[in-house]
């Protein structure tokens, strides 16, 4: 058996593949083309960049401030990833901007920050729990009651779908800029599965899942996210026996430092893949480690993808206040169209924008190897650059297609443009 290409979604259709995923982080209804022009989001659950839509409505207040809110996980599966979320896109306003910290932790918050002339009020965060109920409850809080002009967030991925359809049906005069919510995702693209067990989010006791995986296939993808993948991975070796890492891709979660350390040594071996590339020292991505100074912890989470996300949306509206001089009246329309063309140099290469607003990004593919001497933590190699990942894949998806549970159906199909063109990468 031979696992010829690992491209960030997948393998070949001549591999035998299991696939576990988490419900609702991972699986989203596809939006039609007006749904995904209002709320874009990441290429291979990586980030992306948007405004809602301008249509009607009061224009928003020619004022000296312009008020952001933030919404992230701070309790559930994603809680632990909050302080790193926020400390993302504040450091940016630190680093560029001229704010300065209020506290230790980036929920104490950020003053000072000033854009195109405009001060920057940080008017709150966002506290969700990765249900779309609660991110609702949030986003208005932050948006109706302390007059947020632009909203940053949210994390998970049925939150990202709630707030959509609350920008287009509630506000749509004001701007959504996505924060790490997943849209198409990737594990919904590997072909040749043999079945999909789908655990739910907050899951606990994975046993029952865990008995549903044949053993008699050439590989597992497992797609758990968050805190669960800590459960699901010791349940796992408990019902099978030590993790056939060499048989076991992971997602983007397999090498967040925060999980690479909760979970340790059993995943040496496995690949993963996501929009980081954590071993490179270019001088761009020491400079993207280095804004993140104000908060040490976060700054130890560099390498995370959520930290890079809400860094990556704070950036492109940095940007896109230049373009507009800080004017964010007229609906905010000029702000909209600015952030619509922002491009960004971010720390692992470019990420741009398609006609949808979603983001297109190099992807890269890490092993975990063992820990280095004096640690238990095992360390990370990137592997292979896999350059401009779009979210159709080169055409297996489309704004007609149909996303649940059985579809897209395991059927072969055209390789995505950038299927064979995998650049071997050594940072070392």
Same mark, same amino acid.
């Given at each position: 058996?031979?696992?010829?290409?690992?491209?960030?979604?997948?393998?070949?259709?001549?591999?035998?593949?299991?696939?576990?995923?988490?419900?609702?982080?991972?699986?989203?209804?596809?939006?039609?083309?007006? +749904?995904?022009?209002?709320?874009?989001?990441? #290429?291979?659950?990586? &980030? %992306?960049?948007?405004?809602?839509?301008?249509? =009607? /409505?009061?224009?928003?207040?020619?004022?000296?401030?312009?008020?952001?809110?933030?919404?992230?996980?701070?309790?559930?599966?994603?809680?632990? +990833?909050?302080?790193?979320?926020?400390?993302? #896109?504040?450091?940016? &306003? %630190?680093?560029?901007?001229?704010?300065?910290? =209020? /506290?230790?932790?980036?929920?104490?918050?950020?003053?000072?920050?000033?854009?195109?002339?405009?001060?920057?009020?940080?008017?709150?965060?966002?506290?969700?729990?990765?249900?779309?109920?609660? #991110?609702?409850?949030?986003?208005?809080?932050?948006?109706?009651?302390?007059?947020?002009?632009?909203?940053?967030?949210?994390?998970?991925?049925?939150?990202g779908i709630a707030v959509a359809n609350y920008a287009k049906t509630n506000q749509p005069?004001?701007?959504?800029?996505?924060?790490?919510s997943g849209a198409q995702e990737a594990t919904?693209?590997?072909?040749?599965?043999?079945?999909?067990?789908?655990?739910?989010?907050?899951t606990t006791d994975y046993s029952s899942f865990v008995a549903q995986l044949p053993t008699n296939v050439d590989g597992i993808f497992v797609g758990v996210g968050g805190a669960?993948?800590?459960?699901?991975?010791?349940?796992?070796?408990?019902?099978?026996?030590?993790?056939?890492?060499?048989?076991?891709?992971g997602n983007l979660f397999w090498i967040d430092p925060q999980l690479l350390k909760a979970i340790g040594t059993?995943?040496?071996?496995?690949?993963?893949?996501?929009?980081?590339?954590?071993?490179?020292?270019?001088?761009?991505?020491?400079?993207?480690?280095?804004?993140?100074?104000?908060?040490?912890?976060?700054?130890?989470?560099?390498?995370?993808?959520?930290?890079?996300?809400?860094w990556a949306a704070m950036t492109a509206l940095g940007q896109a206040l230049t373009t507009v001089n800080g004017d964010i009246s007229g609906n905010q329309k000029a702000l909209q169209a600015a952030l619509a063309k922002v491009v960004i140099d971010g720390p692992y290469g470019k990420i741009a924008l398609d006609s949808n607003r979603q983001a297109i990004a190099d992807n890269w593919v890490t092993q975990i190897t063992p820990p280095p001497a004096g640690s238990n933590v095992p360390g990370l190699k990137t592997i292979l650059q896999i350059p401009q990942v779009d979210e159709t894949f080169g055409g297996f998806f489309d704004s007609s297609s149909t996303v649940d549970r059985t579809n897209p159906p395991c059927t072969k199909k055209t390789a995505p443009p950038w299927v064979g063109h995998e650049i071997p990468v050594n940072f070392s």
């Amino acid at each position: 058996m031979e696992i010829s290409r690992v491209g960030g979604i997948g393998v070949e259709s001549r591999v035998r593949l299991i696939r576990v995923v988490k419900e609702r982080n991972l699986l989203r209804p596809q939006r039609n083309v007006e +749904f995904r022009r209002l709320f874009a989001t990441a #290429a291979i659950g990586m &980030l %992306a960049l948007t405004a809602c839509a301008n249509n =009607s /409505g009061t224009p928003s207040a020619s004022s000296n401030v312009i008020k952001i809110g933030i919404l992230s996980d701070c309790t559930g599966d994603f809680g632990s +990833f909050y302080n790193d979320d926020i400390g993302g #896109a504040l450091s940016v &306003l %630190a680093a560029h901007y001229g704010g300065k910290a =209020s /506290g230790a932790l980036p929920k104490d918050g950020m003053t000072g920050a000033k854009i195109a002339g405009k001060d920057i009020q940080i008017v709150g965060f966002g506290c969700s729990d990765s249900t779309a109920a609660k #991110a609702i409850e949030e986003t208005r809080r932050l948006v109706e009651q302390l007059g947020a002009d632009i909203l940053i967030g949210p994390l998970s991925g049925d939150e990202g779908i709630a707030v959509a359809n609350y920008a287009k049906t509630n506000q749509p005069n004001k701007t959504f800029i996505n924060g790490i919510s997943g849209a198409q995702e990737a594990t919904l693209k590997v072909q040749a599965l043999t079945k999909r067990v789908w655990p739910p989010l907050g899951t606990t006791d994975y046993s029952s899942f865990v008995a549903q995986l044949p053993t008699n296939v050439d590989g597992i993808f497992v797609g758990v996210g968050g805190a669960g993948l800590i459960t699901f991975l010791k349940q796992y070796q408990q019902a099978n026996g030590p993790l056939k890492s060499a048989h076991i891709m992971g997602n983007l979660f397999w090498i967040d430092p925060q999980l690479l350390k909760a979970i340790g040594t059993p995943m040496v071996g496995a690949v993963a893949a996501s929009g980081i590339a954590a071993d490179d020292t270019s001088a761009q991505t020491k400079s993207y480690v280095a804004e993140l100074r104000p908060y040490p912890d976060t700054q130890k989470d560099a390498a995370s993808v959520f930290t890079l996300g809400y860094w990556a949306a704070m950036t492109a509206l940095g940007q896109a206040l230049t373009t507009v001089n800080g004017d964010i009246s007229g609906n905010q329309k000029a702000l909209q169209a600015a952030l619509a063309k922002v491009v960004i140099d971010g720390p692992y290469g470019k990420i741009a924008l398609d006609s949808n607003r979603q983001a297109i990004a190099d992807n890269w593919v890490t092993q975990i190897t063992p820990p280095p001497a004096g640690s238990n933590v095992p360390g990370l190699k990137t592997i292979l650059q896999i350059p401009q990942v779009d979210e159709t894949f080169g055409g297996f998806f489309d704004s007609s297609s149909t996303v649940d549970r059985t579809n897209p159906p395991c059927t072969k199909k055209t390789a995505p443009p950038w299927v064979g063109h995998e650049i071997p990468v050594n940072f070392s």
